[in-house]
């Protein structure tokens, strides 16, 4: 969801992974009864017309986006509905729907209390769904009136004294017998709905009431003379002190048991609108929770809107608990994560439990379970990055309240699942997934060759190859499967050679981020990124992944999330065959190669052409799930562009490497060789790895699509541009492409819609394209220096000062730059880039060690390459880049 956080690597783990032990919900309709209810109902507890209202709730629009990512469909009612009712036609489809809709619980305490024969599954159904066994919670107006129904068939004859002190004896021995029953890990009361939570002490209640409340029931009779369990009275027990004694009789028996002491859940705040709203204030129930210390009291729904009651109570009281469940359905998503920090406000994470409140419809369950999720990332995320709470606390509250507390407080010694520790989510294979759901994939990707891949500080692609039966044994063990390199890899230049400031002492673990699998470069070959891991498990400061998924998870706490898509410009090489040069390749022959020539495309079929070369290109972009927007030609001599589509940045990032593999291992099996040099022909246009944006806010004003979002996003990427150019122009060859009136970005600090000779170019709206960064940039720390830059713009409200210039601002006249706000150039090499980041890095929040590492590789980088002589520079690039 838009507003949701993705958390750092640890917490974001734990959220994603924990299975949930939904403390509270109901049994699913049959397949054959679900339709006959409608399904505006997963998002609201209206009936009748104001049901229909519910259209325009925020919720509901929740709900859709839920149920319409789950279902592959599009995001509107209509088609959200016409799937489901196409999952109802077939036991096969809605079963596996329903386990789809239950996924990532581990077990549901079920209230089985409106029963209805023939329409609600029973509570041991669930067990097909959930990784452990489900178990019921007992309720106790349902208990009563069964007992009471009986009652009246069989002892019609009897005294109202008689009949009350009978009713009770045998609720007290039935609550007795479910104390024993190992299925039965609750109790539950809905008096909130009958008369309200200020229930009476036993010496406050009124027994003379009490029994005339019963007679009236009896004397009212019942519907037919069918079995007690299947029984319904014809006269509802409400508003009466018979009311209290059926709580206080269950509660004094759990009370005088020897073993366990099971929980009496209690409905409190909202629900369906014959609730007594004004007596639905957990705050009533302060008499009674005193008066029977030694019994749980589960306070569920979070009291809503009685929150802060409800975190007040269990906060003060060891017997009480604050359950945060039915608002996941119900409240938008703001409201939600207001829910979730008023009880942390006062209310022991300890004391906190989760459900989903689902009922009837297994969307319930979906939509619950994916809210839950996404408050805790919100919340939580925004906790740590304050720094309330340390990563490690933040998961510690994560696993205990979805998992834990639960576990502890209903004694459920069944429960299958455990919960791996802190370290070990830092090494998770996959999110949700398991081992052998890995080795799956691999499988079924026909791999024999698993690539391991990292970008270094000079932006080399390092790889790692292992044959894919190596993996297999080592997942088949349950470990996650981790690589060993040198600590000094951070720290190496071109050549192997380590920078002065470190040393050959110490080794990073990589650990595989299986959500960047992709299928090549070659055939029977996979391929994904690794994050730098310390040896006790702990993200490295210095790993350029984490760098950038830091970054963008800082942003989204303040709601900011971003959309980023790379092109690729390369130049096709061929191998010189005159082997007295000094010169390996030369220039692709190809008569009258021009931006978007279609001559350039003309011999696309010709065996040994790069056109053939480009359609396995692009055939193999998309089976790796690269989705391929343009391919064309550039303007220098075999120069070409790969459009590539827009993703979140971490994915746009790894995606942009998986491309180039492919791109370059392509053109070599074809006897091409592919440049990233942004000069390679000091005649002939550059070549650049512009960059896609966008920005949006989920908060409500101003909106996303705002300028005042966008504007200060890039007017921070201005204020900051002669820091960001030590990332994306991050080599002393970059600077050779930096010229004026070449289409190029230029040299002046400006924007221009839709003017290439602005290093920021407005194409429209929230959508930029920044220019000044070529394909010797590392994109991970490129793409996390611009996100600083125009995530701080936000912050500070950072005014676009520089007017919109439509011009090429070389050529125009001090005068008319000064107008326009134009009066700074950007650096004029990389000495100056990184003097510039050395001064911005502590506004821009980088971490020091990291900043200095940089500036180290690129400051030794500089003392190899300056020395050199142009045309051997030249030379040097084209052999590595």
Same mark, same amino acid.
Request: aromatic share 8%.
């Given at each position: ?404 507390? !639960?576990? +502890? =407080?209903?004694?459920? #010694?069944?429960?299958? *699942?455990?919960?791996?520790? /802190? $370290? @070990? ?90 959500? !960047?699998? +992709? =299928?090549?470069?070659? #055939?029977?070959?996979? *391929?994904?990124?690794?994050? /730098? $891991? @310390? ?347």
């Amino acid at each position: 969801m838009a507003s949701s956080y993705d958390g750092f690597k640890q917490l974001s783990a734990a959220i994603d992974n924990t299975p949930l032990i939904d403390n509270h919900a109901h049994p699913l309709l049959t397949r054959q009864s679900v339709s006959q209810h409608p399904l505006l109902s997963v998002a609201s507890e209206a009936t009748g017309s104001a049901l229909e209202d519910s259209r325009t709730s925020l919720a509901h629009f929740l709900a859709v986006k839920h149920l319409a990512d789950a279902l592959g469909c599009e995001e509107t009612w209509d088609a959200v509905a016409a799937s489901i009712a196409q999952k109802q036609l077939t036991s096969d489809s809605w079963e596996a729907w329903v386990k789809r809709c239950l996924d990532g619980i581990e077990t549901i305490l079920l209230d089985d209390g409106l029963t209805v024969p023939n329409k609600i599954e029973h509570y041991s159904w669930h067990d097909a769904f959930t990784r452990s066994k489900c178990k019921r919670i007992v309720r106790l107006e349902t208990l009563a009136g069964d007992i009471i129904a009986l009652e009246a068939l069989q002892n019609s004859e009897m005294s109202p004294t008689q009949h009350l002190a009978r009713v009770i004896q045998e609720l007290t021995g039935q609550v007795t017998a479910f104390l024993h029953d190992p299925e039965v890990v609750a109790f539950k009361s809905i008096i909130c709905y009958r008369r309200g939570l200020d229930i009476l002490t036993p010496e406050h209640v009124d027994l003379a009431a009490a029994e005339d409340s019963l007679k009236q029931i009896i004397d009212a009779g019942n519907h037919d003379e069918r079995p007690a369990s299947n029984f319904s009275l014809k006269k509802r027990l409400e508003n009466s002190p018979l009311n209290d004694l059926i709580v206080l009789t269950a509660a004094t028996a759990i009370r005088d048991f020897p073993g366990h002491k099971k929980p009496i859940q209690f409905h409190t705040g909202l629900g369906d609108n014959d609730i007594n709203l004004t007596k639905s204030s957990p705050a009533h129930l302060q008499p009674f929770i005193r008066y029977f210390p030694d019994i749980p009291v589960v306070l569920l729904h979070a009291g809503y809107p009685w929150t802060r009651e409800t975190a007040y109570l269990a906060a003060m009281y060891p017997n009480v608990y604050a359950d945060i469940g039915e608002v996941f359905l119900f409240l938008s998503q703001e409201g939600q994560e207001g829910v979730l920090k008023q009880i942390l406000e006062l209310c022991p994470w300890s004391k906190v439990l989760c459900s989903t409140d689902g009922n009837c419809s297994p969307e319930t369950y979906l939509i619950g379970t994916a809210q839950i999720r996404s408050v805790l990332k919100a919340v939580l995320g925004k906790a740590v990055q304050s720094g309330q709470l340390d990563e490690k606390q933040a998961v510690q509250l994560v696993q205990d309240v979805l998992f834990n507390n !639960s576990k +502890k =407080l209903y004694n459920l #010694d069944s429960v299958r *699942s455990t919960l791996p520790s /802190f $370290a @070990e989510l830092g090494s998770d294979p996959l999110p949700g997934s398991s081992n052998q759901e890995i080795v799956s994939k691999l499988r079924r990707l026909g791999a024999k060759y698993l690539r391991v891949y990292w970008n270094d500080y000079t932006s080399s692609v390092k790889c790692r190859v292992i044959p894919i039966k190596h993996v297999y044994k080592t997942l088949a063990s349950g470990k996650p499967l981790t690589l060993s390199v040198t600590k000094s890899s951070l720290g190496l230049l071109q050549i192997d050679v380590m920078i002065p400031q470190i040393t050959a002492t110490g080794a990073y673990t990589l650990h595989i981020d299986w959500l !960047s699998l +992709k =299928l090549g470069p070659a #055939d029977g070959h996979v *391929s994904c990124y690794a994050n /730098f $891991a @310390e040896s006790d498990g702990s993200e490295s400061v210095l790993c350029p992944r984490t760098i950038l998924r830091k970054q963008a998870d800082g942003a989204a706490v303040h709601g900011l999330t971003f959309l980023l898509g790379f092109e690729i410009e390369f130049v096709v090489l061929e191998r010189n065959p005159d082997p007295t040069s000094v010169d390996k390749y030369s220039t692709l022959r190809n008569d009258g190669h021009a931006w978007s020539m279609a001559r350039a495309l003309a011999d696309w079929g010709r065996e040994g052409s790069f056109a053939t070369a480009a359609d396995e290109i692009l055939d193999s972009l998309d089976a790796a799930g690269i989705a391929v927007e343009q391919f064309h030609a550039e303007s220098a001599p075999g120069q070409y562009e790969i459009v590539l589509p827009a993703l979140p940045p971490l994915e746009a990032c790894d995606t942009l490497l998986h491309a180039r593999q492919i791109l370059e291992s392509v053109a070599a099996r074809h006897g091409f060789r592919i440049t990233l040099h942004p000069k390679p022909f000091a005649g002939a246009c550059g070549t650049a790895s512009h960059l896609h944006l966008s920005v949006s806010s989920s908060s409500s004003s101003p909106s996303s699509s705002s300028p005042a979002v966008y504007e200060s996003f890039y007017a921070g990427i201005l204020s900051h541009l002669d820091a960001i150019l030590a990332f994306t122009y991050s080599n002393p060859t970059s600077y050779e492409r930096m010229v004026d009136s070449g289409w190029a970005g230029g040299r002046w600090v400006t924007w221009g819609t839709q003017n290439k000779e602005a290093p920021l170019r407005k194409v429209e709206g929230a959508h930029w394209e920044f220019k000044t960064i070529d394909g010797l940039a590392n994109p991970y720390l490129a793409a996390a220096a611009i996100l600083a830059a125009g995530t701080a713009g936000i912050l500070g409200s950072v005014q676009l000062t520089w007017g919109d210039c439509a011009d090429d601002p070389a050529l125009l006249s001090d005068q008319e730059r000064a107008a326009l706000g134009i009066t700074t150039q950007l650096p004029e090499d990389l000495r100056a880039a990184l003097a510039a980041l050395e001064r911005d890095a502590p506004r821009l929040g980088f971490d020091a060690a990291f900043v200095r590492r940089y500036v180290d590789v690129k400051e030794a980088e500089l003392r190899l390459l300056e020395p050199m002589g142009a045309e051997e520079r030249r030379r040097w690039v084209l052999e590595r880049y």
